[in-house]
Structure formats: structure tokens, C-alpha cells
């Protein structure tokens, strides 16, 4: 047991010098940490590096329509540092977040027009870059379609002429329609003598009256059908 003690002594007294605490030699003098061999030769600590250059690329539209949303964030290219983003001439119906550089928004039809210039920044404290200026113009909703309707027409198919004798050249039928029973303007020709039904479509809000002839191969027609009439 003798013999061991003092291989423990030493063991602490290591531990000691590892945490940086001053020791007494044999001889009393002060035994210090040994300096790193950079501090010794004067050379000095090497400095932080420093972030690469920032770089924004993007490109932002430069429209956008009344009611729809407008989204643009800049993609950044860096190899340090954290980016931050301000921008100059933000719309008043945009916002803006300094963390990402994303503008959003969505402009409503008082916003109709184009904005001032726009510039957005992104800066790592050493560097920055810009995108911009730029606009926006807000464009105004295409007006919508106007609305149609449709009407389906039927009839018997004629088997006696005027005279009473058979039909043995029937050749097809005229639809006339239009806005007032006095004016039937429009007309549809079926050049088909077993069709016996139409749709008659695209048509704008209105009452419509119709009515159907049928012709020969001779190009006559006979009396007009009864008035029919449909408000779409």
C-alpha cells in the first residue's frame, strides 16, 4: 500500500495542472501552464472568416390582377452570416417580411394602377445585394362572359302537302326566332327531313318567340308553325 500512494499523488496533482492551477516543485518555485506553441512564437490567433458576398436573384412579376394574389421572395446565394431583407417602396397593400425578403399580397381594385419603384436589399452586415427597382402594375378583373341561355325546339315531321297529297320531297326546315314576334331576324336552316328537334343556344337575357317551316327540294316552304315563344 506504501508503494502506491504516491503513483495517486501524482494522478491529483496531473488533474490539477490539466485544470490550469498553479503547482509548487519540489525545489518551491511556481510551475505554470505550458503556452501553446502559436502564443510562444508571436504568431496570432487566426481571424474569424469572413462571409462571402451576398447575391439576390429573382425575378418578380410585374403584374398582377385586382383580387388575385401577388407573391415574390428573392432566392439568396451566401456562404456566411445570417441575411437580413428591407425593402424601399412597398405598397401600401403588400406586406414585407424582413426575415425571408417574401412581398405578398393582394391588391384590391382601389389598388388599380402601378405602384412606385421597388427595391428589396439583403444584407449579411459585410455584404448586400439588391433586386429592383421595380413595379407592379395592378390590372383591373376581366370583365365575365355575359350570360346565355338556350332554347330546345320540337315538331311533328309533315306527311301532306297543302293539297292534301303525300310529301315525297321533303328536304329540311327553317327556324326563325328573334326579340319581337313582328321581327324573326335570326334564322337556322336543317338541311335534314327526318330531324324532328333543335337547341337553339348562345342566347343573351331576353324573351325570344320561334317558329318552324318546312321546304322541298324545290326550295318552297310551307305556312309557319305556331309561335312559340322562351325568356332566358
Known amino acids: 500500500m506504501q508503494a502506491v500512494r504516491p503513483f495517486k499523488t501524482l494522478l491529483w496533482l496531473s488533474a490539477l495542472l490539466l485544470a490550469g492551477l498553479p503547482l509548487t516543485g519540489c525545489g518551491g518555485g ?19 472568416p469572413t462571409p462571402s458576398p451576398v ?18 421572395q428573392p432566392t439568396v446565394s451566401q456562404g456566411g452570416g445570417v441575411v437580413t431583407f ?10 414585407f ?24 436589399t439583403g444584407s449579411n452586415g459585410s455584404t448586400s445585394s439588391s433586386i429592383g427597382p421595380f413595379s407592379i402594375a395592378v390590372n383591373a378583373p376581366s370583365a365575365p362572359p355575359p350570360t346565355t341561355g338556350s332554347a330546345t325546339l320540337s315538331w311533328t315531321e309533315p306527311t301532306e302537302n297543302t293539297d292534301g297529297t303525300p310529301i315525297t320531297d321533303l328536304a329540311g326546315y327553317h327556324i326563325y326566332y328573334g326579340t ?19 337547341v337553339v343556344s348562345g342566347l343573351a337575357p331576353g324573351t325570344y318567340y320561334f317558329t318552324v317551316v318546312a321546304y322541298n327540294t324545290a326550295g318552297v316552304d310551307s305556312p309557319r308553325s305556331n309561335m312559340a315563344s322562351k325568356t332566358i
Not at 97 to 120: D, Q, W
Not at 180 to 198: D, H, M, N
Open 97 to 120: 417580411n424582413a426575415k425571408t425578403g417574401e412581398l405578398t399580397g393582394t391588391p384590391a381594385p382601389v389598388n388599380e394602377g402601378k405602384t412606385g419603384l421597388i427595391t428589396i
Open 55 to 72: 447575391e439576390l436573384t429573382g425575378t418578380p412579376a410585374t403584374s398582377v390582377t385586382a383580387g388575385q394574389s401577388y407573391m415574390f
Open 30 to 48: 511556481t510551475v505554470s501552464p505550458t503556452s501553446s506553441a502559436a502564443t510562444e512564437a508571436g504568431v496570432p490567433a487566426p481571424a474569424a
Open 180 to 198: 319581337s314576334q313582328g321581327a324573326l331576324t335570326s334564322t337556322v336552316t336543317i338541311a335534314v327531313a327526318t330531324e324532328t328537334s333543335y
Open 86 to 95: 428591407s425593402i424601399q417602396g412597398q405598397p401600401n397593400w403588400a406586406t
